[in-house]
C-alpha cells in the first residue's frame, strides 16, 4: 500500500497550498515513494486517526505507522528509507536552524500577502474558522492584513538574503543537487505561488532562479499544480 499524506486543500480539493505539506510532498518525491495524498480542509483536520492524533498537517500514514510534522516526516523517511537522503551528512541541525530563520523572516510576509486570498479560496465552513483564528492572531480584518502586498514584495525578498547568499556559492543549498534545505527553503515561496500564481522574484535575482529550478522539480510536480481561482 502506498504512503498516505494527509494534504491541506481549499474549497477545490486540488488546491494544495500548505507551505509544510509541500516540504513533505516534495520529500517523498525526492526519495522516489509510491503516495497518495489525501486532501483535508482546516476543519476536518483534527479528524485525521480518529481525532485522537494531530491538529495539523501533513501527516503520514506508513505501513501502520502516523507521524506528524514535515520535519519528523522527513526524519522518518531517511531512517526508513535509506536510498537518495534528504540531509547532508550532520545536515539535521543546520536544516533545523534554516526552518526556524524561514518561519520566523518568512512566513510572516508571506501570510501578510495572502491572507485575505486564501480566505476566498476556501469552503464557507473553512472560510468562518480562517477569519476567526487569523483575525485574532492579527488583532485586525484580514482585508487591512492583506493591505500594501506590492511593498510587501521588498521585504520578502530581504527575508531571503541569507538563502540568496548560499546561493551565491551553489545551484541548491544542498550543494550539487536539491535536499530537505530546499524544500524548506521553498516551502513559504510554493504557499505564495499556489495562492497567486507567481512569486515576487526579480528574473536576475538568484532566489527567484532557484525557485524555478524547484517549479520544475520531479516532472514540474510544483509547477503543474493547481492555483487558486481567486489569483489576480
Not at 491538529?55 to 500514514?61: H, Q
Request: proline share 6%.
Amino acid at each position: 500500500m502506498p504512503i498516505q499524506l494527509y494534504d491541506l486543500c481549499g474549497a477545490d480539493s486540488d488546491l494544495r497550498f500548505s507551505p509544510h505539506c509541500w516540504k513533505a510532498r516534495l520529500a517523498l518525491a525526492h526519495k522516489g515513494l509510491a503516495h497518495e495524498t489525501i486532501p483535508v480542509p482546516f476543519t476536518s483536520v483534527p479528524g485525521i486517526g480518529g481525532g485522537d492524533f494531530t491538529t495539523t498537517v501533513p501527516v503520514i500514514v506508513d505501513q501502520g505507522r502516523m507521524v506528524r510534522d514535515s520535519f519528523a516526516i522527513a526524519e522518518y523517511l531517511d531512517r526508513t528509507y535509506s536510498d537518495q537522503p534528504l540531509f547532508a551528512t550532520g545536515g539535521i541541525a543546520i536544516a533545523r536552524f534554516l526552518e526556524a530563520s524561514v518561519q520566523a523572516a518568512a512566513h510572516p510576509v508571506v501570510i501578510r500577502m495572502i491572507a485575505k486570498d486564501i480566505h476566498d479560496a476556501l469552503a464557507p465552513a473553512d472560510q468562518a474558522y480562517f477569519r476567526q483564528s487569523r483575525e485574532k492572531r492579527f488583532g485586525r480584518p484580514l482585508d487591512e492584513v492583506q493591505e500594501g502586498v506590492e511593498a510587501l514584495s521588498a521585504d520578502l525578498a530581504k527575508a531571503y538574503t541569507p538563502v540568496r547568499r548560499a546561493l551565491a556559492h551553489a545551484q541548491w543549498l544542498g550543494g550539487s543537487g536539491p535536499l530537505f534545505v530546499d524544500y524548506i527553503a521553498a516551502g513559504a515561496l510554493i504557499w505564495l505561488y499556489a495562492i497567486t500564481g507567481k512569486a515576487p522574484l526579480a528574473a536576475d535575482d538568484a532566489v527567484g532562479q532557484w525557485f524555478d529550478r524547484i517549479l520544475d522539480l520531479y516532472g514540474g510536480l510544483v509547477r503543474n499544480t493547481k492555483i487558486a481561482a481567486t489569483a489576480r
